[in-house]
């Protein structure tokens, strides 16, 4: 009997743990994403802001390491802007996967991301932010 409640606990943690948006949605880039690239958005005084494209990885640790920057910690929607996107592109850079749209800016470090066509908002972690916040110091003007 203790093995039979041992495993249906195990069983009711591993399919909550599974089902979240988190855990579904990395799980989802990390199985199509080929390439990743991270955006950062300069302003301009004609258009108000622009995309400069700083850096872009291919392979599958740096893959893993943007995706755990992203925190099970849900945040608020900050109406701060961003500082930048990071696209994750599949089929050959064919399609989008995944586009995130982050900020580094102190008091509104987060990222956010559409899953199942919901807008959700998370905490980087401080990795996350000092990685991003480098590539914005470097690349903003």
Known sequence: MKKILLFLGIMVI?????????????????ENTDRIEILIY??????????????SFSDSTNIKRLLDFITR????????GYTGSIVYLGGANSYVVQKMDFNTQLGCE?????YKDELHS???????????????????N
């Open 42 to 55: 300069q302003k301009t005084q004609e258009k108000g802001r622009q995309a400069l494209l700083v850096t």
């Open 73 to 80: 910690k849900k945040t608020p929607f900050y109406k701060c």
């Open 122 to 140: 998370r905490h980087l972690t401080d990795e996350g932010i000092a990685f991003l916040d480098s590539l914005y110091q470097k690349y903003k």
């Open 110 to 114: 987060h990222i956010v991301f559409t």
């Open 14 to 30: 591993l399919l909550i743990g599974c089902d979240s948006v988190d855990y579904a949605m990395k799980l989802y880039v990390k």
